[in-house]
């Protein structure tokens, strides 16, 4: 037997040792260069990057991720221009200008629900615009459509139709249920709604890899002005909540959408105990 890899070399003694069959082990060429493969694994020895790359076989977790950070920030999370100007169908009464105003979430809201959501009348981020929950479960070629249509104006410059595909995915088979977990009154997370034993044990396992143990390693403050992990869980969980589903656009930031979402609010619950200064 031809071992390919040292990878492929310790699945082999490990199947030796245990008295199992070894894996077939395949080596092949493709478009990306050397690929190879263990058993119905592939990966390439030219890993794409992980922040704008795309993987050989995407898997949904990975659409419905990459999808909610183009909702987040496109240009950001599709590493291209940043528009220019305010975007056309921003209405007036809107607060925000420039490129600002072309992300999804400006106004459809990190709940989804636009004008009836955390975004109501009376908020900073308030337009009129309502949310999208009702392309729930529609069809991704329909939704794509609609975001290229006289309104939504994203050309094929901006998105191109791969990648219009993943955000459409993301809005019909990504959004979750914001209010079961978060009061949208308040903007809290809901006593109860996240198990915060167990979101310590993730944040401490996996985010504490990049913010610190106490969520302070990272800091996003201006001036004498600090912003962690904790101040923004405390005063917008429900970003965080988007973020730790998909991660921040343009970071090197892994997410849980590939587990259940109450994971991700258990995290967000933990994160909203830790220091805010």
Same mark, same amino acid.
């Given at each position: 037997m031809?071992?390919?890899?040292g990878a492929a070399t310790l699945v082999a003694a490990t199947t030796m040792l245990l008295g199992?069959?070894?894996?077939?082990?395949?080596?092949?060429?493709?478009?990306?260069?050397d690929r190879r493969e263990i058993g119905d694994y592939e990966f390439s020895s030219g890993s794409p990057d992980f922040v704008? !790359?795309?993987?050989?076989? #995407?898997? @949904?977790?990975?659409?419905?991720?990459?999808?909610?950070?183009i909702y987040d920030n496109?240009?950001?999370?599709?590493?291209?221009?940043?528009?220019r100007g305010t975007h056309p169908a921003y209405p007036e009464i809107g607060q925000k200008s420039g490129e600002q105003t072309w992300r999804c979430k400006s106004c459809h809201g990190w709940d989804f629900l636009g004008k009836d959501g955390i975004y109501a009348e009376g908020s900073s981020n308030y337009t009129g615009i309502g949310?999208?929950? !009702?392309?729930?479960?529609? #069809?991704? @070629?329909?939704?794509a459509a609609l975001l290229r249509d006289e309104n939504h104006l994203y050309t094929t410059d901006m998105i191109n139709d791969e990648q219009m595909g993943w955000v459409a995915a993301f809005v019909s088979r990504g959004q979750i249920d914001v209010?079961?977990?978060?009061?949208?009154?308040?903007?809290t997370m809901i006593p109860g709604a996240g198990d915060i034993s167990r979101g310590r044990g993730i944040f401490q396992t996996v985010c504490a890899a990049c913010h610190g143990f106490d969520g302070r390693l990272l800091d996003?403050?201006?001036?004498?002005?600090?912003?962690?992990?904790?101040t923004e869980a405390s005063e917008l969980p429900?970003?965080?909540?988007?973020?730790?589903?998909?991660?921040?656009?343009?970071?090197?930031?892994?997410?849980?959408?590939?587990?259940?979402?109450q994971f991700s609010v258990d995290v967000v619950a933990y994160a909203a105990t830790l220091p805010v200064d």
């Open positions: 031809k071992i390919l890899i199992l069959s070894a894996p077939v082990l395949a080596s092949g060429d493709d478009d990306n260069g704008h !790359g795309v993987p050989i076989n #995407p898997e @949904e977790a990975w659409t419905l991720a990459v999808g909610g950070r496109w240009w950001n999370a599709l590493d291209v221009a940043e528009p949310g999208i929950t !009702g392309a729930i479960g529609r #069809p991704v @070629e329909q939704i209010a079961k977990y978060i009061d949208l009154t308040t903007r996003w403050g201006d001036g004498d002005s600090s912003n962690f992990v904790g429900d970003e965080v909540l988007h973020k730790v589903l998909s991660s921040h656009p343009g970071a090197a930031m892994v997410n849980l959408r590939a587990f259940p979402v």
